[in-house]
């Protein structure tokens, strides 16, 4: 058992929080309040090679483990949580569906060019009709020759519009369930494809979020991923590694708050001392420290596990749900640390609560990840008693 990040892990750590408190945080008020992609930090990932550090060179990564990759997402979004929210859905969730289940012309075709930035990645599971219950999606794929036509609709898509690359689920079986799902790789261009305009959020309003129309959309079977009826498997295993990422994305977010009403408390006067000398002020402090210290384990676990290849599905759960959970709750805490401050646009905490509120619903909202950890709980009972 050791507690410390290696000498490799702390000097990465040392090196992202730098770049991204130089470079990232004070740029990112002005992104969000533009609601503009924050292509510089984009260019700028790229250039550093943060880009996909996780696959191996062959694939222009740096061949790190899933620790460093959380330390990553954790420190770009202490400084902006949309330019990590961009960063983990490209580098895991569309980068590692290509590299875990795709050929290896298709790896050499895309990755190579997403770890330079030349290409942009998304990931395009959620319909209008099926967010949790993503077996329920609808989108058909019918192959015709050497294309397949995709027809449906996608909702929520995290830089849809943007993106120059999605990995697209979609049912090449019309009976219902989780085995008529097919993955697909559709490119921008791709005939029949067009996004709606950017959905107005609550926050993260530097990522863009839209719809995505496919209407005869072709795509060449070349650009199926796995194949027919793995969709689902390949959903489900990606989602294990952007939910460590998203429980990252959280611990940022709510350390960024702790930051933030650290530094106020210290500087704040009422009734002749400083408010964090308020016993009642100090506590909140004490307790978003605890929980969050709590959450960062609970992320390096299950990143851990993920990187030795151990099944860990309920690790990832508790990862994420508790990790965003504590981000809600040092947010909004550090809201009422700043008082009527807090409530005002000039304070970064009322932007880290807005943006928090989302890391309890992607990538499986923390009821769907009760329900991951009860029934690996249950599964677990089950296998006990049947081995007595
Ligand atoms: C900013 C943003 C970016 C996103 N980016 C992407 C993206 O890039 N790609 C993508 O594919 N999707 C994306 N999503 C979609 C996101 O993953 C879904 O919104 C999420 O999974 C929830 O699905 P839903 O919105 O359909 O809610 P629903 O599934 O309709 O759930 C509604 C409520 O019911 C609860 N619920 C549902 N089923 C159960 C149950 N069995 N038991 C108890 N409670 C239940 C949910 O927890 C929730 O509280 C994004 C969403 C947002 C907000």
């Known amino acids: 058992m ?3 990040l290696t000498d490799e892990q702390q000097a990465l750590r040392e090196a992202v929080r730098e770049f991204a ?23 700028r990932l790229a250039e550093l090679g943060y880009l996909n550090m ?55 075709r895309y990755l190579p060019r997403l770890s330079r930035g030349e290409l942009l990645g998304a990931y395009a599971l959620t319909e209008p009709g099926a967010g949790s219950d993503a077996a329920a999606i609808q989108t058909r794929a019918e192959r015709r020759g050497d294309v397949y036509v995709l027809n449906g609709q996608k909702a929520f898509i995290t830089s849809g519009g943007v993106a120059d690359s999605y990995i697209v689920f979609a049912r090449t079986d019309p009976a219902p369930g989780h085995r008529g ?45 796995g194949d027919e009826g793995q969709g689902f498997a390949i959903a489900m295993a990606i ?37 964090a000398e308020h016993q009642a002020i100090a506590f909140k402090l004490a307790d978003m420290a605890t929980e969050i210290d709590a959450a960062r384990l609970l992320v390096y676990r299950a990143a851990f596990l993920l990187g030795q290849g151990r099944p860990c599905r309920r690790e990832v759960s508790m990862a994420k749900l508790f990790a965003s959970e504590v981000a809600m709750r040092a947010t909004t805490e550090a809201v009422q640390i700043l008082g009527g401050y807090g409530y005002m646009e000039d304070y970064r905490v009322e932007r880290l609560m807005r943006e928090a509120k989302v890391t309890q619903i992607y990538e499986g909202t923390s009821e769907i990840q009760r329900i991951v950890i009860s029934r690996e709980l249950l599964r677990g009972l089950r296998e006990e008693a049947a081995v007595r």
């Open 239 to 275: 989602l294990d590694r952007g939910r460590v990422g998203i429980g990252a994305q959280a611990v940022g977010i709510a350390q960024a708050a702790l930051d933030d009403a650290l530094a106020y408390a210290r500087q704040r006067h009422t009734f002749g001392k400083p408010i």
């Open 54 to 108: 996780q696959l191996p060179e062959k694939y222009g990564g740096q061949g790190l483990d899933w620790v460093s990759y959380t330390i990553v997402v954790e420190e770009l979004a202490r400084a902006c949580a949309a330019t990590a929210v961009i960063y983990e859905v490209h580098s895991s969730l569309h980068s590692e569906a290509i590299y875990r289940f795709g050929t290896e012309e298709q790896r050499m």
């Open 21 to 43: 408190e130089e470079e990232i945080a004070p740029r990112s008020a002005e992104y969000n309040r533009r609601h503009e992609f924050p292509r510089d930090n984009f260019r």
């Open 2 to 4: 050791n507690f410390f």
């Open 181 to 225: 799902i097919t993955a697909f790789i559709v490119e921008k261009g791709a005939p029949g494809l067009r996004f709606g305009p950017p959905e107005r959020k609550m926050g993260l309003h530097a990522s863009p979020t839209t719809a995505m129309y496919l209407e005869d959309c072709r795509v060449p079977v070349a650009n199926r991923l």
